[in-house]
DNA sequence: CGCGGCTTTGATGTTCATCAAGTAAAGTGG
DNA sequence: CCACTTTACTTGATGAACATCAAAGCCGCG
């Protein structure tokens, strides 16, 4: 097993470092992995910047390699952030077998390299690799469960109830530990769990007064997880 | 193209006047068609009986025949209703590849039929027929996207907006008439939209006053489809 | 029959969005 | 680099939207 994935990182693309196989592309024989790799590209992206947008026609899957991105959709002149991608998500994971063209944008929160492999090469690679088809059905299955989990989760809270759920998961799911700086602004929090950008800072001053937190422009500083998670649980 | 088709008519099992082959398993050779029947049962649910479970293990894949069914999740003693499945909707497809339990209940909203196939058979054609696997994917991807869609469109709706949402939901996706008995009780409603019962039967009794729509019961009757569909839209 | 669940309406109060106004920060062009 | 514009952030006041509580009628079912 170990010899086998030496074999691949030995391949002619920067796929070395990349640990890309070693979630679904693990699947890959040699010779497909290759092939993937000839038409990929790697792709930074300051912060702020399209990676995809609304509308336009799926020709590519992406993926991320590193940084944060955004997935929105814009309706009535409003963004509504469906979720917000790590790395090793598949980021156009959802929507990209689906229609001709994106149903929503893809922005990054901070820089940002993306890989991108044609989607008819992924497409010959599916139809031909059973465990690879296989693997990227299960991280499908898992991006869906985990957006309908966060959206009937904020479904029934009040406004300090969805400031404590979208704090919690930037500390335990984004950033692993409970001083971070947010990656979003105060209105793309608003554009997250639904509320308006004015409330999402009343809620935070708040908090800040009730010494749940410390806030200092972007930077949080969580100092009463039990009773965050209370108001995020009960909210 | 014809004669192929024919072919698998006639095999043993009652896939016969089953559209499921027109769908995904048209990718199917024969005998894999054959194997998967081998292990299928079709079972009816009556209006109000649960299909599966949130928590229980998931040892099938779910394809509903006919009827129509919700998936729901339940948080401290509510329910949220992700979606409502009607016939040629895999149920439990989202949810199937990604855990060991399921993620979410399903219920009959009417009786319905269900065929349920072994999912280590499922799981084993998907490795071994690709064409099959992309079918599978492509699914998936429209129920997501269907799903984010709705959600993302509810958000920043008012009371009126949604219940106008909904209803045309019903009358252009589900029911394809603009007279219809609603498969859902006002309770149910609520849950599908994050209001509570009570506002919902307000917002159909002002809705009746205002000549948009009769209501009787159950019943529902379209009045005035053009102000409907702009509540729908600007609400 | 009576019980529980569904439906309906009204009264009441809370939560939240909107409006307004001001400060701070960050980008832009001369 | 500084004046200028724009964008982000913050707080308060106000009213609208919405949930909650209460009460009563209705229907199906054991």
Do not use: W
């Amino acid at each position: 097993m170990i010899k086998e994935i030496k074999t691949k990182l030995d391949l002619k693309c920067d796929c070395k470092s990349c640990q890309f196989q070693n979630l679904v592309f693990e699947n890959l024989k040699d010779v497909e992995l290759e092939s993937l790799c000839l038409t990929k590209k790697t792709v930074s992206f300051k912060k702020g910047e399209f990676i995809c947008k609304e509308g336009d026609p799926i020709n590519d899957f992406h993926y991320l390699k590193s940084g944060l991105v955004k997935l929105y959709r814009t309706r009535n002149n409003k963004d509504h952030i469906i979720t917000i991608a790590k790395p090793f998500d598949f980021v156009s994971l959802l929507t990209v077998f689906s229609d001709e063209n994106y149903h929503y944008s893809v922005t990054a929160l901070e820089d940002s390299e993306v890989c991108i492999i044609e989607l008819s090469e992924v497409r010959r690679v599916i139809q031909e690799n059973g465990s690879f088809a296989l693997g990227i059905i299960k991280k499908m299955s898992h991006s869906s469960d985990n957006i309908i989990k966060s959206t009937t989760d904020l479904g029934s809270k009040n406004m300090r109830g969805r400031i404590a759920y979208i704090l919690l998961y930037f500390a335990n799911e984004v950033y692993k530990k409970d001083s971070f700086d947010l990656p979003v602004s105060r209105r793309e929090i608003a554009e997250l769990i639904e509320m308006t950008t004015e409330n999402v800072i009343r809620v935070l001053s708040e908090f800040r007064k009730d010494k749940l937190l410390s806030i200092d422009g972007k930077n949080i500083n969580i100092l009463n997880k039990k009773m965050l998670e209370s108001l995020s649980n009960f909210g």
